[in-house]
């Protein structure tokens, strides 16, 4: 995956259906969300100055479409992309 906010999130948007919990998760980071725990199968990740919660949820290995879908529409409400 690439570190350019840009192109992380080009990379989501191309195939919600099938993107890897832990790219994902990893998406979160370099947007600069703090992982802060979770039960299971489940990651929580939180950034200052964003009201919402990411809580992201393994299944065999596969992030939920929907979870992908409440990210990219965490990072254009906040214009997360434009702090690059």
């Known amino acids: 995956m690439s570190e350019n906010k840009k192109n992380v999130c080009e990379e989501l948007k191309r195939n919600l259906k099938n993107v ?3 790219t994902l998760c ?3 980071n370099i947007f600069g969300f703090e992982f802060k725990g979770g039960k299971g199968s489940h990651r929580i990740f939180v950034k200052s ?3 919402e919660m990411l809580n992201f949820q393994n299944v065999d290995g ?3 479409p ?3 879908k409440q ?3 965490v990072v254009e409400k ?3 992309l434009e702090n690059e």
Do not use: H, I, M
């Open 20 to 22: 890897r919990f832990e």
């Open 26 to 28: 990893k998406a979160a």
């Open 49 to 51: 100055g964003v009201r």
């Open 62 to 64: 596969k992030a939920k």
């Open 66 to 68: 929907y979870q992908v």
């Open 71 to 73: 990210f990219l529409k």
């Open 78 to 80: 906040y214009k997360l």
